[in-house]
């Protein structure tokens, strides 16, 4: 699929389809092009689906962190003068849109979250090692997910480039502690926003645990398991993610 990347202001996003927006919030590993199926099939079932690129690597260090991807999530939001929007969050992207609904929930309509960190402190510092060669590397991105050949050439790439990127990796690391420092545990029960847990039983990043924890805090989840997967449901199992969200949300009437 290609993409036409929209530039409007300070923000760089894709945009498909008509009707409520459902705005994905990526990770720290991979581009876009990772939640192809999912735009694909719920942009064709009614939803307008928004990816905003978070700025991980071009804002200050000292403000690189779950906060501020948050506040310029909300500036987004305004930007494109949405009422109310479904977030849908894996790994970081999950934090980010966990942390934005705290701050401004009368924005938000449902939430989304697989993979996410938030509560499990070595959620992200484990996933991203410091140096090391190539081959090291691809062992370590091919343990995000439960089918190692899911990480293909070019996220071992970006996970290698970044590693080896002075700048990237000063970044990354600061997202790393900011997320341990933003730990969710004692405002999730204030939170009343519907959200749907979709989980790989197979997470090797955050265990299924760390699901079963978001599910007895948040007062309206629901938690769904797709076997035979890892960290990130969204790209390693498309059709049974997608399946299973749309499900929710038609049951939910979103």
Request: net charge negative; glycine share 8%.
């Amino acid at each position: 699929m290609t993409h036409d990347l929209i530039t409007e202001g300070d923000f760089t996003y894709l945009e498909k389809g008509e009707g409520t927006p459902i705005i994905i919030l990526h990770g720290l590993m991979g581009g876009l092009s990772n939640f192809d199926a999912v735009t694909s099939h719920f942009s064709e079932n009614g939803y307008k689906v928004v990816i905003p690129e978070l700025p991980v690597y071009t804002m200050p260090l000292l403000k690189t962190g779950v906060k501020s991807f948050a506040s310029y999530l909300n500036d987004f939001i305004k930007m494109k003068g949405y009422k109310e929007v479904i977030l849908l969050g894996n790994s970081m992207g999950g934090h980010v849109g966990l942390y934005h609904t705290k701050m401004a929930p009368e924005t938000v309509k449902a939430l989304v979250i697989t993979g996410s960190s938030g509560l499990y402190e070595s959620a992200m510092g484990e996933s991203y090692p410091k140096r090391g060669d190539y081959e090291y590397i691809k062992q370590k991105a091919q343990g995000v997910f439960y089918n190692p050949e899911c990480a293909t050439k070019e996220i071992v790439d970006e996970v290698y480039d970044t590693v080896n990127d002075r700048n990237k990796l000063l970044k990354t690391l600061a997202i790393a502690k900011s997320a341990i420092r933003h730990n969710m545990a004692q405002d999730l029960p204030e939170m009343k926003t519907p959200t749907c847990i979709i989980w790989g039983k197979q997470d090797g990043v955050t265990p299924p645990e760390v699901a079963e924890d978001f599910n007895k805090l948040l007062p309206d989840s629901d938690l769904f398991w797709i076997d035979e997967c890892g960290h990130a449901a969204m790209m390693e199992k498309p059709n049974e993610f997608n399946d299973i969200l749309l499900k929710w949300l038609k049951e939910r009437g979103f």
